[in-house]
């Protein structure tokens, strides 16, 4: 008994004790697993749910809404005897279709709400219910919320001011309450006109109604006979006092120089003395642009290979398709001043269709990616398909891009520029001004009989009689019969890129390489491609714009590339000017390979990447060849439209720049070295998409020689310090004249253009480079083909035993293919010349391949891949 007495104790407490290991029979209860607030605000379903519910709201509320409208007689006493308890009273019935709750609702938007402009709620919980379904901003919130309160408040307002004392809520209390406070204020005519204003100024300003009146057609230049006085001159103009433009005054019979004025004799014989002409760029505001990447179709396996291959990228999915979206480019109205009724020589001419600097074979169709499309295109933007162009808003509106002309000085100026002109007998027959940003050009038709070339002599009187600086005479403008003079205003105004960059024709452009340089003097925006210049070379005195020009045609070029169509190679010796752009290394750089700096600044590393560049011209022209195309764009319409075989080395072709900061720099220290594959580029490499931007503060005839200048028809002048700098870049003088700041003449297509350079600042340039760098780019910057210094390699003499570790892949691919050709291995291998030749060398050394035969490729001594690995077997 004491025994069990014991067991039965023991058990006792072994039970009592906590049980240490927990038994695996038994089963726990499975832990509900926690679910995070944060992650469920976030769910992509969460976002579904909220999308259909705030769509069947907004259709919830329309039915009621609309059937409020033919049961609000019926049910609107019910609601006001029971109000919120109707919605629980059975026995209360209503005529409204969603029963009580849609009675309720309906009466407390519309009879103490606002009225028939309750249906914006609707349209409200719709555009939010598209936006969560969808999952992306196909609405613009903030805007539209923006639009349903100016909405809510004057059609509630102006229904209850039209529909008076009507029993049906037309503008419900809120309406009501506004009208009978305003009426009271204004009065209730005051009221009507008040909302009349308030309508027609949101249409106005939504909608940009023109206004405009027909114009009155401008007289034609008259000839006017000279009396015995002196020089004959229409002196009758009258400015059109506008913002900064005071009138010029009339000067009556008498001019005060003693140039008789003959008034005259009709309103016919009118002729303006001095014509401005001024013209607006159209431009569209910044928040309207949306640079979007092309359409996108899906590729199929063999491409993604491809993609895997060559970029050595990891594998995209690339099934999932792009959306095409819109460019919203709002029409833009023309800014266009009318003349007053007085006679008004302040002549704003329509806006002119900017200048686009092309060649004839301009490229008028869309891109060719597009237009070679057939079934199934390769898109070489799908590689980085997520990237985002940059926005406008991150560049600066310096001034206000209005041109600032102070009408006493085009006065002033004028009188001296006819003063001068008179002291030398020389007659006129009309002068006119156009202003510019930067310059006033004063077109003078001369006198019948006057001889050009004799106000061309006077070049220097006249400057020193406007004691101005940058004065330019341009006898005669061509393609016109005036004479030019290019007078510095006073107060200049800034060319923002920003505006530029706005402008429908750079957005709209089909350049391959567009490139916003400046405006005109007439204010036209000068836009031109890059790839038809085909290189541009640039000199101007340190501090007078060059840097910021070069920053110009990159930021340009950043607005319209996608990374897989462009790559920059940057030569910086002076080592800050272009380090900004290190940040968009891996989307739009490319260096040599091993090299850690894409941007070059080291000479040697200069000639090397020059060189490399030559390489990857020959590489390229080979492709060319291969694919029987003339040029990039033909070539990379073929492959866009998967007629290359990438298997065969064939692959999209990005454009690249070469851009070389001060090339002084390098002549002086490297000479020929530099000079020679800087020449070689120049000549060929434009057929290939390669193109050159080379800039200097030295224009002298030993930095620019004569072989570098014949390969750069494009050239930019920007102040230089004497004459011979000028002819040395431009070949005429005219440069040493201008005035700095971005002031400029530009050499192209054979016309010489003065430009007012556009501005952009390094911390646009930073937030630019800094928004495409923090994206997504390609594991490293674009390789250009490896370069061996030949004298480096000399005294290397190969033996077998040292040969190359890709000798036995080079031996398989020359088997395979049964063609000794040093291009093959190139093109396979992706190797430099010079590497794929050495390699050639050393299968020649081991009797695989036969010796040199020129152009032709070499005997393959080895036939099949068996025979092969006996060789390599017996070479290890
Ligand atoms: N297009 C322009 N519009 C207005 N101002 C300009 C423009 N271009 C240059 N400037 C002014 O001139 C200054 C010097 O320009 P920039 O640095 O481009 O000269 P630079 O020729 O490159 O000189 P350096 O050869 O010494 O580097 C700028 O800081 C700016 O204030």
Redesign the pocket.
């Known amino acids: 008994m004491a025994g069990n007495k014991l067991k039965t104790e023991k058990k006792k407490a072994e039970s009592k004790k906590p049980q240490a290991k927990p038994d695996p029979d038994v089963l726990k209860p499975d832990k509900e697993p926690e679910v995070k607030v944060k992650e469920l605000v976030k769910d992509e379903r969460t976002h579904k749910v909220l999308g259909v519910s705030m769509l069947l709201l907004s259709l919830y509320c329309f039915i009621a809404f609309t059937s409020y409208l033919f049961s609000w007689e019926e049910d609107q006493d019910k609601v006001f005897r029971y109000s919120a308890r109707i919605l629980f009273s059975d026995d209360v019935e209503v005529d409204n279709l969603l029963g009580r709750l849609g009675a309720f609702v309906s009466h407390w938007f519309f009879y103490k709400g606002f009225g028939l402009a309750s249906y914006l709620f609707c349209y409200f919980f719709f555009i939010l219910g598209v936006n969560y379904i969808v999952g992306r901003r196909v609405f613009r919130i903030w805007r539209n919320v923006k639009y349903i309160l100016f909405g809510l408040i004057f059609i509630s307002t102006a229904f209850a001011f039209i529909s008076g004392k009507s029993a049906f809520p037309w503008g419900g209390a809120v309406g009501t309450a506004i009208t009978k406070w305003t009426s009271g204020f204004v009065g209730k005519a005051g009221m009507g006109l008040l909302l009349l204003v308030t309508g027609l100024s949101w249409l106005i300003w939504k909608f940009n109604i023109d206004f405009k009146l027909p114009e009155k057609k401008q007289p034609a230049i008259k000839p006017v006979k000279a009396d015995e006085g002196g020089p004959v001159l229409h002196i009758d103009e009258e400015v059109e006092p506008k913002e900064d433009t005071a009138p010029f005054r009339p000067n009556g019979l008498k001019h005060e120089s003693g140039v008789t004025v003959i008034q005259p004799a009709s309103e016919e014989d009118f002729d303006p003395g001095l014509q401005l002409v001024e013209r607006e760029e159209p431009s569209i505001p910044a928040s309207h642009i949306t640079y979007i990447p092309p359409i996108a179709p899906p590729l199929p396996e063999e491409s993604l290979l491809e993609l895997v291959e060559e970029e050595d990228e990891p594998p995209f999915d690339m099934t999932e398709v792009t959306k095409p979206a819109e460019l919203e480019i709002p029409e833009q109205p023309v800014a266009r001043r009318g003349k007053t009724p007085t006679e008004v020589t302040f002549e704003i001419k329509p806006p002119v269709e900017e200048t686009v600097a092309e060649d004839e074979d301009v490229h008028q169709g869309p891109l060719p990616v597009r237009e070679h499309v057939t079934a199934d295109p390769y898109e070489p933007t799908l590689d980085l398909r997520d990237y985002q162009y940059p926005a406008l808003e991150m560049l600066e509106n310096h001034g206000s891009d209005k041109i600032v002309q102070d009408a006493s000085e085009l006065e002033k100026n004028k009188n001296q520029i006819i003063d001068t002109l008179k002291n030398y007998d020389i007659q006129i027959q009309k002068i006119s001004a156009t202003v510019g940003p930067t310059v006033t050009l004063y077109e003078i038709v001369p006198a019948a009989g006057v001889r050009i070339s004799r106000i061309k002599n006077l070049e220097d009187d006249i400057a020193l009689s406007l004691s101005a600086l940058g004065i330019r005479i341009i006898a005669p403008i061509p393609g016109k019969g005036t004479i030019g003079i290019e007078v510095p205003n006073v107060k200049k105004s800034?060319?923002s890129l920003r505006n530029m960059l706005a402008s429908e024709k750079f957005m709209n452009s089909n350049m391959d390489l567009p490139v916003a340089i400046?405006k005109k003097i007439d204010n036209e925006n000068f836009i031109a491609d890059l790839a038809k210049m085909p290189h541009l070379l640039m000199a101007?005195?340190?501090?007078?714009?060059?840097?910021?020009?070069i920053n110009?045609l990159l930021v340009s070029l950043l607005y319209k590339k996608h990374p897989s169509q462009l790559k920059f190679v940057l030569v910086d010796p002076?080592k800050v000017?272009l380090s900004l752009y290190k940040l968009i290394e891996k989307h739009f750089l490319a260096k040599l390979p091993g090299e850690e700096d894409a941007i070059i600044t080291d000479t040697k590393k200069v000639i090397h990447t020059l060189n490399a560049l030559c390489i990857e011209m020959d590489v390229r022209y080979d492709l060319l060849k291969e694919a029987a195309t003339r040029n990039i764009r033909e070539y990379n319409a073929k492959f866009t439209a998967r007629k290359l075989n990438p298997l065969k080395g064939h692959r999209f072709l990005p454009f690249i720049v070469l851009v070389v900061d001060e090339f002084a720099d390098l002549i002086m220290t490297a000479g020929k070295e530099v000079e020679m594959p800087i020449a070689r580029l120049a000549q060929l490499a434009r057929a290939v998409g390669i193109h050159l931007i080379i800039a200097t503060?030295r224009p002298s005839v030993n930095i620019i020689t004569g072989t570098i200048k014949a390969n750069f028809p494009a050239r930019i002048a920007?102040k230089v310090s004497s004459k011979v700098d000028s002819r040395t870049i431009l070949d005429i003088g005219g440069a040493e004249q201008l005035i700095?700041?971005?002031d400029m003449l530009i050499s192209y297509n054979g016309e010489l253009v003065r430009l007012?350079?556009?501005?952009v600042d390094t911390p646009e340039v930073e937030k630019v480079a800094e928004f495409i760098g923090e994206q997504r780019g390609y594991p490293e910057a674009f390789l250009l083909p490896e370069y061996v210094d030949e004298k480096e390699m000399d005294g290397k003499d190969f033996s077998l035993a040292d040969r190359d570790p890709l000798f036995e892949e080079a031996a398989r691919v020359i088997v395979q293919n049964q063609q000794g050709s040093t291009s093959l291995l190139q093109r396979r291998m992706k190797l430099g010349y010079n590497r794929a030749g050495r390699l050639m060398d050393q299968l020649e050394s081991a009797g695989i391949v036969g010796p040199n035969l020129g152009s032709k490729a070499r005997e393959v001594n080895v036939k099949t891949e068996a025979d092969l690995e006996e060789i390599l077997n017996d070479l290890l």
């Open positions: 800034i060319v400046g101007g005195a340190t501090g007078q714009g060059k840097s910021v020009g110009t002076k000017e503060q920007f700095g700041q971005g007012q350079c556009a501005f």
